[in-house]
Nanobody, 121 residues
Framework: QVQVVESGGGLVQPGGSLRLSCAVS????????MGWYRQAPGKQREAVAG???????NYVDSVKGRFTISRDSAKNSVYLEMNSLKPEDTAVYYC???????????????WGQGTQVTVSL
């Protein structure tokens, strides 16, 4: 079994900052990539930021220069530092881990339960 648990969401004013954390635990053989997705009301889930086993990172254009993704491989954790938050960043943020749970299993995606981020006065 693999568990993906996010934390760190909340209510923040425009221009403020939040830091999201995600920890993966359980049966883990190798992690290929971890990332953050978000889904706003009435919209499709979109990829926000990802970090790969090589260390390379990518971001959706709307958060470039404001959000930073990082990881702690020893802790199987990934973080999302969000600065200069805007009302349009309001969404449920989901952590994703693409991993292999054992050498005999194919890699697949695992998702957290989501954490709410609300940017409002």
């Amino acid at each position: 079994q693999v568990q993906v648990v996010e934390s760190g969401g909340g209510l923040v004013q425009p221009g403020g900052s939040l830091r999201l954390s995600c920890a993966v635990s359980g049966s883990i053989f190798s992690i290929n990539a971890m990332g953050w997705y978000r889904q706003a009301p009435g919209k499709q889930r979109e990829a926000v930021a990802g970090i790969f086993s090589s260390g390379s990172k990518n971001y959706v254009d709307s958060v470039k220069g404001r959000f930073t993704i990082s990881r702690d491989s020893a802790k199987n954790s990934v973080y999302l530092e969000m600065n200069s938050l805007k009302p349009e960043d309001t969404a449920v943020y989901y952590c994703n881990a693409h991993l292999q749970s054992s050498r005999w299993e194919s890699s697949r995606n695992y998702w957290g339960q989501g954490t709410q981020v609300t940017v409002s006065l």
